[in-house]
């Protein structure tokens, strides 16, 4: 079983900084990409941004600038560098993981192209 550990939310102040960080742990797993997805309360799951272990960047627009993705491939673990935050980044952010290239470099923004999924960590900005 392989497990996806988010960590790093919290209650944060408007335009402050925060990074969310995953652990994918469990059974010999080979991924080619971690990423991070959102949720606000009532609305659809949105891609935010992916990180593939051969250094491939994707990002949705509304986040590009503010938001920083990374990886540590030596800890199986992915990052999410998050500055001016704003009181509408309050969402609940879950972490993916993705086995295939092909999935992934065809639609690397849908849940679809993802086999793991972590538990979501809450962050809250606060105005």
């Known amino acids: 079983q392989v497990q996806l550990v988010e960590s790093g939310g919290g209650l944060m102040q408007a335009g402050g900084s925060l990074r969310l960080s995953c652990a994918a742990s469990?059974?010999?797993?080979?991924?080619?990409?971690m990423g991070w997805f959102r949720q606000a309360p009532g609305k659809e799951r949105e891609f935010v941004a992916t990180?593939?272990?051969?250094?491939?960047?994707y990002y949705a627009d509304f986040v590009r600038g503010r938001l920083t993705i990374s990886g540590d491939n030596a800890k199986n673990s992915v990052y999410l560098q998050m500055n001016s935050l704003r009181p509408e980044d309050t969402v609940v952010y879950y972490c993916?993981?993705?086995?295939?290239?092909?999935?992934?470099?065809?639609?690397?923004?849908?849940?679809?192209?993802?086999?793991?999924w972590g538990q979501g960590t809450q962050v809250t900005v606060s105005s």
């Open positions: 990180f593939t272990w051969t250094g491939d960047t």
């Open positions: 469990g059974r010999t797993f080979s991924s080619y990409a």
């Open positions: 993916a993981a993705a086995a295939s290239r092909s999935r992934v470099s065809d639609s690397a923004t849908r849940e679809a192209a993802y086999d793991y």
